[in-house]
């Protein structure tokens, strides 16, 4: 049964489940801990169905995409530009073969395992799992993108590093854990 709430009270309770899971999370090290603990902290009290359901106000996810959008700015520096200089062939190479392989997987997962073909595409879409999740949400399906892509960059932090070890083993580095 859903209890009926004033708005302002749930949003605060959704906000505190979303922190409580994202702070959680950072204990963890798992990848993008506070964006996945925050995700399942709020969806376990969406799923619990205790709460109606969460009605932000107009302008939440402008104001949530403007500030991701701040965050991932303030990181492309003047030494980014100039490496790019120099990388700007693997950089097209990689970006054009990581869209076409998205759009490829997305449709075929879409067509073969039966889902939502926005989610297919959006969830098999090279970015990051942020980014994606708002252009998600602005299709209604936002929490589906966030889960395809905390699987995929959780599977891909973990993987990756054993596969760079063991196929590159003068590169180093320091095992995960």
């Known amino acids: 049964m859903v209890r009926p709430m004033t708005l302002p009270w749930n949003l605060i309770l959704y906000a505190l489940a979303g922190t409580g899971g994202g702070l959680l999370a950072q204990r963890t090290g798992i990848p993008s801990a506070g964006l996945v603990g925050a995700l399942v902290g709020a969806a376990l009290v969406s799923m619990s169905g205790r709460l109606e359901l969460a009605q932000w106000p107009a302008g939440t996810q402008t104001f949530l995409q403007i500030a991701i959008g701040t965050v991932i700015g303030t990181g ?22 990581l869209v076409v392989t998205g759009i490829t997987v997305g449709l075929w997962s879409a067509r073969l395992l039966g889902i939502d073909p926005v989610v297919a595409l959006l969830g098999a879409a090279p970015g990051g799992i942020s980014g994606m999740s708002l252009v998600g949400a602005e299709f209604g399906v936002g929490t589906a993108v966030a889960a395809l892509h905390a699987v995929r960059l959780i599977t891909v932090l973990l993987v990756l590093p054993l596969v760079v070890r063991l196929v590159l083993p003068e590169a180093g580095g320091t095992p995960p854990g």
Not at 88 to 94: F, G, N, T, V, Y
């Open 76 to 97: 492309l520096t003047a030494a980014t530009v100039r490496e790019l200089s120099t990388l700007w062939r693997p950089a097209l190479l990689i970006t054009l073969t």
